[in-house]
């Protein structure tokens, strides 16, 4: 392990018995050693992917330890460095907790975040002033199991129009990670034990169908999306992205949807759809939802996570009529966020500030594609990011590292694989500043091809 | 069955087969003979305690079906009478939901609700503002694993100066159901598997610890609160309401606190300490809490369901040190609402309102025990409700259908009793019209009245 040489021997330092899930385990043998002063302020963390290897872990495991540690001031993650202890065993009881990553200075190119920088701030404060002047009293009180009423009425109207969605009764979620641990329960509650995952994938999905009992299964992905005929037979549940694959940003083409829907009938199986960037597609309308031609067999996910804001935590479901009793329809989001939602919506909010971040991300997306040119790059002209593939004998931490080390956090593809393949990275563009895209792109090539001359 | 002769024989007619929890298999049952026509628009159902004994349930199992289906649309609480079908197989396709109980005309006193007509909506909506003006653009990423480090400091800071609790780590939860499920599943991981909860009480919880894994053993409540003696051997954790109990309103005297902390102490245990409306004392100061008297044996919850609202879905917990890796962090409460509170405790506008509504909730119930007088009435100057005694030969259960008859919503204290014990009745007055007192008083006289008559 290059990286961790100069490191001690974790996996003999570290106590990682106990209870609880491994990144759990992790989290607690980290902060023991930190608490205990084996490692001392500004002690050097290694690189996950080193950590993971030493302790037999997947990195994403390291990760969230990581960024647990962050949130709670144990670490920092520091610009141009790697992570290091910065809590002192000598200072007065435990550090105050700290923002992760994001009070990380530099370029943030990590997947997952829309544009912070132009969250419709006013527009939201007028749903939710409008709201606190006019909601009855009633309003104030617990909660309705399954969403308000009247955003659930709402956003059925917005997914049938704007998703082609067949929907009569979508419920309110704390967000599609709360809204598919709800599905999972319930396919296991069912009996069903396996689920089906794009690979590669968002891998807290997987871990969220794991936390619920279910054995997750890998299924391979190429330019026309999921591999339908690589599910395994006895397989009856399949988590797809059909609009816009996270990570390769390939789009299910319309043979493999007619083949996962008539794999769903074959089977008497559940697809559980994650429409989560389908708004932002910047060549032709966006792919309506696979759910809308065969309501019966698809489970609709969606949230405002991408939208909008992760930090307003407004997801939504719809199962099929025989699945509606076995999802939990508590807990429910607070009533005032969901009628602030529903207000927003109401008023046209939500599709003028759709229309307005889709033309300002196809404008960036643009700009990284021309200035990122020739690189090899891949997916859609959609979402929130771009594959940027390297080349066969590259190695993509590495590059990360290097980029790291020059202020630009960029995320290894191997971060969305339970096993690695081709050197990749993915580059995402959602929260990047518009002034920072040619500075970004420098520092890229810049890791890149100091890696390149390296190997 | 005094109310079931006129109905179907429901154990006959209800399938409860099938996975899930009882409340929940049987508000499937329920749902479908309602829409397979069995139970036809209009068709009254079972009051919850005469189901209950025919199918063998507790009666919080019945309430929870009726609650969900009410809120499905499937049915409808009438005033003045019982439960009833309003959903027809002929309409077009499933019903729209409805507002559960709040939709009730008529007075409720049932328990459980602050008053929702004084919830400080301009307060609160300037703290929204001052959020979305002034936050930077981080804070609309994703919520911080165990809440935002400032909205933490800041409560920890009132905890400390307003409960008497010590507290350097408090996190957030969406309310104290969330904060005691996290707490149950760190028990439950640690390998303790019996939690012991007072009797009467919030059997919502008890749910919420047998979701968990855990045993749930009741131990009586006298008029110094939790019988501490009563606690069986071998248990080693314990879920009490200190401040003001509920359901019967007394406080945990010094001696019994000094007991509690001594089992504590005495079994390596964890008291759970739920400080649910110990802010509303009327009488005196509030009792600060038992966590701050030991915080090395108690965990602290808390919310702002009982002193805002519970449409905010706020909480927290503080948690032993040792207990602190074992508790789940997350999910956080969206971002945005966890900052509108912290902005909302730092003005002073936390403090205000619970200056005035302690003054309000004051005036009304001494205006409810002067109308109620010379009715037995028990519980201290405190809360939120108040317990009347009936005579030992009255049924609770038939005052509560006799005042529901007249639009007046009350509690049976059997609904929070895992086993009946002399008849009483829990009076809510949180969120009863000050000018509705004088009324609720007469037709609950007039309910007693007419039962008394009768018997």
């Known amino acids: 392990m290059r990286d961790s040489q100069t490191n001690p021997a974790w996996d003999v330092l570290l106590d990682l018995s106990g209870p609880g899930p491994r990144h759990e385990r992790l989290t607690r043998a980290l902060r023991a050693v ?43 993650a520091r610009t141009g460095s790697s992570t290091v202890v910065r809590w002192s065993a000598a200072g007065a009881g435990p550090a105050k907790p700290d923002r992760p990553m994001n009070a990380q200075a530099g370029i943030d190119l990590a997947p997952g975040l829309p544009d912070l920088r132009h969250f419709p701030r006013e527009r939201w404060a007028d749903a939710v002033r409008e709201v606190l002047a006019n909601a009855p009293h009633g309003e104030f009180g617990y ?17 049938r129009r704007c998703r082609g969605a067949v929907v009569d009764d979508v419920r309110i979620a704390f967000g599609v990670t709360d809204a598919f641990g709800r599905v999972c329960r319930a396919l296991h509650s069912a009996g069903i034990t396996r689920v089906a995952a794009e690979e590669p994938g968002w891998l807290k999905l997987r871990e969220v169908a794991t936390r619920a009992g279910l054995d ?5 992905v190429d330019q026309d999306g999921l591999r339908v005929d690589e599910i395994p037979s006895g ?7 059909p609009a816009h694959q996270f990570p390769t940003g390939t789009v299910l083409s319309p043979a493999r949807r007619a083949g996962l829907l008539g794999w769903a009938r074959d089977v008497d199986g559940l697809i559980i759809e994650d429409d989560y960037d389908a708004e932002f597609r910047y060549d032709r309308r966006p792919v309506g939802t696979v759910q809308g031609m065969d309501p019966a067999r698809v489970a609709l996910l969606g949230s405002v996570s991408k939208t909008l804001s992760p930090a307003l935590g407004l997801g939504w479901y719809a199962v099929p ?47 990284l594609v021309t200035a990122l040119g020739p690189l090899p790059l891949s997916g859609v002209a959609a979402g929130l990011h771009l594959v940027l593939d390297l080349r066969e004998d ?45 500075t970004a792109a420098r520092l890229l090539r810049e890791a890149i091809g100091e890696e390149a001359s390296r190997t």
Do not use: C, K, M
Not at 143 to 152: A, D, K, S
Not at 216 to 220: A, D, K, M, N
Not at 235 to 241: K, M
Not at 338 to 350: M, N, V
């Open 34 to 76: 930190i608490r205990d002063g084996t490692l001392g302020e500004s002690a050097t963390l290694p690189p996950s992917r080193a950590l993971a290897v030493d302790l037999g872990f997947s990195r994403w495991v390291v990760t969230q330890a990581y960024e647990q540690l962050i949130a709670e001031g144990y670490l920092a």
């Open 143 to 159: 909660p309705i199991p399954g969403g308000h009423p009247r955003l659930r009425a709402v956003l059925a109207d917005y997914l």
């Open 216 to 220: 997750v299964v890998g299924v391979p």
């Open 235 to 241: 397989v009856r549940a399949v988590l797809v992205t």
């Open 321 to 367: 009529p025989q699945w509606t009793d076995l999802v939990e329809p508590t807990p429910s989001p607070p009533a005032l966020d969901q009628l602030a939602f529903a207000t927003f919506l109401e008023r046209g909010a939500y599709a003028r500030h759709l229309r307005a971040a889709r033309r300002r991300y196809r404008a960036r997306r643009d700009a």
């Open 394 to 438: 590259a190695e993509a931490a590495a590059v990360v590292r290097r980029a790291a080390a020059r202020g630009l956090r960029v995320s290894d593809l191997d971060d969305y694989r339970a096993t690695p393949s081709g050197p990749g990275l993915v580059l995402g563009y959602g929260n990047l500043a518009d002034g920072s895209v040619g």
